[in-house]
């Protein structure tokens, strides 16, 4: 949790430094944010050490850290290595398991059978405040610029350019999005601060504040490396480097 504690003070001392100073990216405030886009269609897959802590049901939840593998059209292999979940597998293949993923859960007892739910089933959402197939750059992406493109057409978006970063997520950019001070807009929050990767362009961490300027989430995605040769067994959850049991249960 130090970690994020220190990224997140960070993150926050930028913005209010350069506050007053900076301005929007040219006359289009897009301009910024929409390379993202096109740098990611490029990628078919990637890994990465995916970080996250975030506020659910008004409670802050402790730092969180596991591999993550990922490959289009939206496979996911994840494994905890840091927070409560330490040791929880969860893949997720579309079309496989009637869309639902698998889940290896650690524990003596919990470990003894192969959990299948939802991505996105309430015992899901009592840990985390999205869907497991929510997790990615791709979902991140998308989720910046709905809310950016619909904030620019009714002109309540700035984009501010924080200035070169050197944080645990490589060389990159700082990027601040600010939407409608009103949360009775429907915007996903009322600011957001980005870093995206120097070599990628993609983003690379993301901090949420809410309309009373609190933290409310932050997303890391560290060690990236983008289009590593991932194989089927990479998503196989007979793979022998995994523990998923054969013995399954719905919920």
Known sequence: MGMIKTSISAVSGLVAALWLTSSAVGQEPLARLEPMEASYARVQSYTARFVRQEVVDGTLRPREEALLKFQRPGRIYLRW??????????????????????VREPGLLASLATIVMAPDSPRVLEESRHPVTDIGIGPLIGLILDNARRAAAAGD????????????????????????????????????????????????RAVVYDWTDRMVAEYAYLDLKLDPSLEARDFDPTNPAYAFPRWKISR
């Open 81 to 102: 290595a840091a927070g409560r979940p330490a040791g929880r597998e969860i893949l997720f293949v579309p079309g496989q398991n009637g869309d639902r993923m698998l």
């Open 157 to 204: 978006l700035v984009v501010r350019d924080l200035g070169a970063s050197a944080g645990p997520e490589g060389p990159g950019r700082g990027v601040e999005m600010v939407l409608s001070t009103r949360a009775d807009k429907g915007y996903y929050c009322r600011r957001l601060a980005l870093v995206i990767g120097e070599s990628s362009g993609l983003p690379v």
